[in-house]
């Protein structure tokens, strides 16, 4: 998720190689996101589907200091972090794969509310438990007291943090976890 394939010469190349992989393990589909235009690959047209992933992308540099990173954010949101911190809202991070299901259960709801795609739940199982052994993936699961309102799958690459996939309890919504 995340790329930006946007040169077609490039994009063949990858294609390429995962055709042979796609042969390999006799797949029928591939499913890509992230492409600027309408390439052509292996004379089959690629068509649009619903995409599972955001089409946006905020950039945030997390070497300023919180009171640098306060200041550029818009005032709703400095009132909204400090709402949170008000009403007692902690954050847990988590690699285990028994948190998936109280995951999974936040996305469920936030997808049925926002007509949108999801995974079943054994991607997000595979997710955390391949990239959760090279610290390249966990859950943030923040809580009201005790009750867990929202969690998000986060991924880790190189010097980028990227919130992949995430789930709330809209009971919660006025908490601004």
């Known amino acids: ?6 040169n077609e010469k490039k994009f063949n190349a990858i294609a390429n190689k995962v055709a042979g992989l796609a042969k390999q393990e006799r797949a029928i589909f ?4 992230g492409i600027q235009n309408n390439f052509q690959i292996f004379n089959f047209q690629f068509s649009k589907g619903q995409p599972l ?13 919180e009171e ?14 400090g709402l949170a911190r008000t009403k007692g809202i ?7 794969l028994e948190d998936i299901p109280l995951f999974y259960e936040l996305l ?5 509310r926002q007509k ?7 991607h997000y199982k595979n ?3 391949i990239f959760g052994k090279e610290n390249a993936a966990a859950l943030a699961i923040a809580y009201y007291g005790n009750k867990p309102i929202t969690a998000n799958m986060v991924i880790f690459y190189n010097d980028t943090a990227t919130y992949l996939h995430g789930g709330t309890d809209h009971k919660y919504r006025a908490a601004m976890a």
């Not at 591939?30 to 996101?33: A, I, P, S």
């Not at 469920?108 to 049925?112: F, L, M, P, R, S």
């Not at 949108?116 to 054994?122: F, N, R, S, V």
């Open 1 to 6: 998720p995340r790329q930006n394939i946007a």
């Open 30 to 33: 591939w499913k890509v996101e």
């Open 53 to 65: 992933q955001y089409s946006e992308t905020i950039l945030v540099d997390l070497t300023q200091t």
């Open 68 to 81: 640098e990173l306060l200041k550029n954010m818009k005032s709703k949101t400095r009132y909204n972090i």
């Open 90 to 96: 902690s954050v847990r991070w988590s690699k285990n």
């Open 108 to 112: 469920c709801e936030t997808a049925k």
């Open 116 to 122: 949108i795609g999801i995974h079943k739940i054994g």
């Open 127 to 129: 997710i955390l438990s």
